[in-house]
């Protein structure tokens, strides 16, 4: 059965779908031999040879993956990098699938990433990402008061509240994290608006997206979930909430990759 290009390779595991279509326009699929350019050119992936990125699209139709990774800061959201820094990549030792992140976590930023070689998924995630709130950890310079918390958030548009602070007992925390609960729209303005308020953002890290939470996967490691787990970002719906969120602490049988459980710590 004929299917568009980009569609059999996001299946395959080799890139996301808006990634695929950014390889066919790049003159980097072949069907048969011939470079394809056209992003409405379909192929039979059970009879043609597909080519993408250098790699052959297997016909064949393996597992599908769903990873959450809790990435260190400096680190690529991506597979590859031309400059040579750190990728996601450096991080999935033992997994043989071949996995693509869906949507982007900043360089200087560290906590969750989803990926997955599931390409619908991706797709109708990217096509539907401002619509997914994003939790994050945010450390500001200096200290902000609640009254400060409720105006920042009414002028900013988004949801702030305190985090219990790594050195609260000791009384020796200097600069401060704090949650914010918004859309990925929101996080240009968040950081304008610090700025001018004399506490720039200092330090990031996503604890959740969507019903998806980074809690107990420790920094630079990984874990599996299942497919039904997964489903539940299609959905999602623009201000809805989630109470049950999909953590390390809630499943069974489902370990950060060569680790034991860990406590909930506050942000380092």
């Known amino acids: 059965m004929e299917e568009r290009l980009q569609k059999i390779i996001a299946r395959a595991g080799i890139a996301s779908r808006r990634h695929a279509e950014l390889l066919i326009l790049s003159g980097q699929v072949k069907v048969n031999g011939r470079v394809v350019r056209e992003l409405g050119t379909k192929a039979d992936a059970a009879k043609d040879r597909i080519e993408a990125a250098g790699r052959v699209v297997e016909a064949k139709e393996g597992r599908r993956v769903y990873i959450l990774l809790n990435k260190p800061p400096e680190v690529v959201s ?23 992140p869906v949507g982007n976590l900043e360089y200087a930023a560290s906590g969750l990433v989803f990926m997955t070689n599931d390409g619908d998924l991706a797709a109708e995630m990217l096509k539907n990402w401002a619509k997914l709130e ?4 945010v450390k500001v310079k200096g200290m902000l008061t609640l009254p400060d918390l409720e105006r920042l958030g009414k002028e900013i548009g988004v949801r702030m509240q305190t985090v219990r602070q790594p ?12 949650e914010v609960r918004m859309r ?22 996503r604890i959740g997206l969507g019903p998806l939470s980074v809690e107990g996967i420790p920094r630079g490691r990984y874990r599996l979930i299942e497919q039904k787990e997964a489903e539940r970002l299609r959905k999602f ?6 109470k049950k969120k999909v953590s390390g602490m809630e499943r069974r049988g489902h370990r950060p990759h060569g680790e034991r459980r860990e406590e909930r710590k506050a942000p380092v």
Do not use: I
């Not at 994003?134 to 950890?137: A, D, I, L, M, T």
């Not at 050195?167 to 704090?178: C, E, Q």
């Not at 719906?237 to 989630?242: I, L």
């Open 184 to 205: 990925d729209s929101k996080k240009e303005e968040m950081r304008r608006v610090l700025v001018k308020e004399m506490h720039p953002v200092e330090k990031l890290k």
């Open 167 to 178: 050195d609260a007992s000791r009384g020796r925390a200097a600069n401060f994290w704090y």
């Open 78 to 100: 991506a597979m590859a990098d031309p400059e040579g820094r750190k990728t996601l990549r450096n991080f999935l030792r033992g997994l043989p699938e071949r996995v693509f």
């Open 237 to 242: 719906e623009k201000g809805g909430e989630e």
């Open 134 to 137: 994003q939790v994050y950890h």
